[in-house]
């Protein structure tokens, strides 16, 4: 613990606190700009994306030792992995354009194929001279074992970027998520749109390789996004609680890495994800499954409470126990299945509303109002006390329920 | 019509092709063919649409109603065929369009809030930076009220009934100040309160003189709604005022053997010249 609390406050030394603060800069840019995918339900692409960089990395390290330089230039390694990641996300939206595939046929092949030639491409690589410690393996899981304060400013400059990109684009991009069609009308180029946003995720996905790896990158994009959707309505909420969010798992999960050896920083930084977004879908206050649990319950019971009035009102026994339960919750009738005063009470003017519901169907013409009917709708929430004097009008005087 | 309009491809068999001004027709489209695949969804279809006027486009399923609006905005490709907004090319006419979609083609639980969906009409204005102001929310605000919805303002649009999100879509139109408004099935399933609220904005619309196009489904409201038709089944059928053009010969040649000689009888139609 006291490990942990060290790492979280930078004092888990030099290279913990340079993975921590890189880690919540690629976190809160990967979630921010994740946030479009989520919107626009094209999550998976980015998965096809972020397989189509081992290639590149592979390439880049054989024609940088090919040309005399370090083959482990983190710049060079990234620039080539952008490329075949540019070359994979053109063919998937191409596949799925110009040819009857559709766009998850699409992504699993460039997916799997664009995987398999950077794997070909390592193992040839382990068996260069000079590929022995490349170390390239690291760009799959992420390693931050040697991170270097230049691999900070990588990230810290790609990642503003990135987060820069994200808030000039943001109008359009949520434009073309909601409403592809009337973006398109307005004269937005919906295609350019969904090529920028993809390209911001590839910058965030390139950036990202070194510290969490290409596998993993996925969840920082979507999780965060995901996990925000549960606390608010608004899409710009969504898009910074998500940057926030991504942030503090990318930097609550470095430092729970660093807390002990062999965590990899990667896989924690997701796991801690996860938990942030598992504990918004149960708790969450009006979209998270327990709340939708109690809205349930309450509207059951609501239900229940009403037609075991009007079957007090028809005096018919009750024989359903969630119906007693709720009548002797609220009073209405006694244990043994009586109604009480104030039972009788209700249940008379929840059959005189039922009647004047009646007439009001005969007598009103308006179609929307009556059809608002759905047993529950008190019937003053939709008529005026004018309207309902009429139909009492035509129903007469009260009648008594229970013969008392 | 300028020098550099080419000859129409439309094939009108051998009826005369309308006379208007159509230099500067809120919407003219010329040989207009539009397909997805290899089977023609619109073919050489010429149409003009009239300021101060409310035009409702009309065909069975599958006829190309919405095919030939989406088309002439450039939502979906086409093959060939000119379009020009008020003489101008679509390009640079834009600000002068107001499309509203099919309410089926969107996400209602994506999260954003009634009074974020009418701002997106400013969007164009905005541009990409500059902040939305007070005056952007009070005007998308009056234009909610426009169509009774503003009270809904802040509310998740998942939590609107069917009416009301249509009224919203209507509501983000208007607040683009346009002077063509394309409405796609506006009243497909809305109740009758939205349906009365959408035809009053529209009227309005229609005496400030903007052109209205809808694409309509329900024939016995054309002739109460209207000032003209456009009769599509994949090619053009018939256009024109709703006195003329809305004919049991017209309906027949539009709908074949889809639609009843006796429902038709009920609309109560002129009788065909």
Redesign the interface.
């Known amino acids: 613990m006291d490990a942990f609390l060290n790492a979280l406050f930078l004092g888990a030394g030099y290279n913990a606190a340079l993975v921590g603060i890189g880690a919540a800069l690629l976190g809160f840019a990967a979630g921010a700009s994740g946030t479009f995918l989520f ?1 626009r ?1 094209r999550a998976l692409v980015s998965d096809a994306v972020a397989h189509a960089t081992l290639p590149g990395v592979g390439l880049a390290f054989i024609a940088m030792v090919a040309l005399g330089f370090d083959g482990r230039s983190l710049i060079g390694l990234l620039a080539g992995s952008a490329v075949t990641a540019a070359i994979g996300l053109v063919l998937v939206e191409w596949m799925s354009r110009k040819t009857r595939l559709s766009e998850d046929a699409a992504i699993g092949a460039v997916l799997s194929v664009f995987f398999g030639i950077g794997i070909v491409l390592l193992t040839i690589i382990q068996t260069m001279s000079q590929g022995r410690q490349a170390g390239l393996e690291g760009f799959l899981l992420g390693s931050t074992a040697g991170m270097l304060f230049q691999d900070a400013v990588v990230i810290a400059i790609g990642g503003s970027l990135a987060v820069a990109a994200t808030f ?2 943001r ?2 991009m ?2 073309v ?3 592809p ?2 973006a ?4 937005y180029d919906v295609r350019k749109i969904d090529l920028a946003m993809m390209s911001l995720v590839m910058a965030v996905t390139v950036i990202g390789l070194k510290l969490v790896g290409l596998i993993l990158i996925v969840a920082m994009l979507i999780i965060p996004a995901v996990t925000a ?1 549960f606390w ?4 710009d ?2 898009i910074w609680s998500a940057g926030i969010l991504g942030a503090v798992s990318g930097y609550v999960g470095a430092a729970i890495s660093a807390s002990a050896p062999a965590l990899p920083t990667g896989p924690i930084i997701v796991l801690v994800s996860a938990a942030l977004f598992t504990f918004s879908l149960f708790f969450a206050p009006a979209r998270g499954v327990a709340a939708a649990v109690i809205r349930r319950q309450r509207f059951q019971a609501r239900v229940h409470h009403r037609q075991g009035l009007l079957a007090l009102a028809r005096q018919e026994p009750i024989h359903d126990k969630l119906t007693l339960k709720v009548l002797g919750r609220d009073g209405l009738i006694r244990p043994d299945g009586v109604a009480t005063d104030a039972g009788r009470a209700k249940a008379a003017k929840v059959a005189r509303d039922e009647r004047r519901w009646d007439v009001a169907r005969e007598v009103h013409k ?3 109002l009556t ?1 608002r009917y759905d047993g529950l709708t008190p019937i003053e929430d939709v008529f005026t006390p004018d309207e309902i004097a009429q139909f009492d009008a035509v129903i007469g005087k009260p009648t008594a329920v229970g013969g008392a | 019509m300028t020098a550099s309009t080419p000859l129409s491809l439309a094939a009108n068999d051998g009826r005369p092709v309308r006379d208007i001004a159509l230099a500067d027709a809120p919407l003219a489209i010329r040989g207009m063919t539009v397909s997805y695949g290899e089977k023609p969804a619109v073919f050489s279809v010429d149409a003009t649409f009239e300021a101060g006027k409310m035009t409702a486009i009309i065909g069975p399923n599958g006829a190309g109603k919405s095919t030939l609006l ?1 088309a002439a ?3 979906v490709p086409r093959l060939s065929g000119e379009v020009s907004v008020y003489g101008a090319p679509l ?1 640079t006419a ?1 600000d002068r ?1 107001a ?1 509203v ?1 099919q309410r089926a ?3 209602w639980d ?4 009634v009074i ?2 009418v701002l ?1 009409g400013l ?2 204005k ?1 541009g ?2 500059s902040r939305l102001t007070g005056a952007h929310k009070a005007k998308a605000l009056e234009c909610l009220d426009r169509v009774g919805m503003a009270d809904f303002a802040d509310r ?1 649009i998942g939590q609107l009934s069917g ?1 009301q999100q249509q009224r919203v879509f209507l509501s ?1 139109a208007l607040a ?1 100040d346009a002077d063509l408004y ?1 409405l796609d099935e506006p009243f497909a399933g809305v ?4 349906e009365r609220a959408i035809i009053d904005v529209l009227a309005a619309l229609k005496a400030d003189g903007k052109a209205v196009v809808c694409v309509h489904h329900d024939l016995a409201t054309v002739s109460s709604y209207f000032d003209n038709v456009f009769l599509i089944n994949v090619r053009r059928i018939a256009e024109g005022p709703v006195t003329e053009a809305f004919t049991p010969e017209n309906l027949h040649a539009t709908y074949g053997g889809r639609l009843a000689t006796s429902h038709i009888d009920q609309l109560d139609l002129v009788a065909g010249a």
Do not use: H, N, W
């Open positions: 919107l339900k000039v684009l109008r359009p949520t434009l998520a909601f409403d069609e009337y398109a009308a307005s004269g959707r608010t309505e608004k899409s909420t969504v308006d179609v929307s059809g | 989406k905005l450039g939502v390009a834009r369009i499309y979609p083609s969107v996400d994506f999260p954003t809030t974020d969906v997106m969007y164009r905005t990409l930076l998740q009416g983000r683009q394309l109740d009758a309160a939205t």
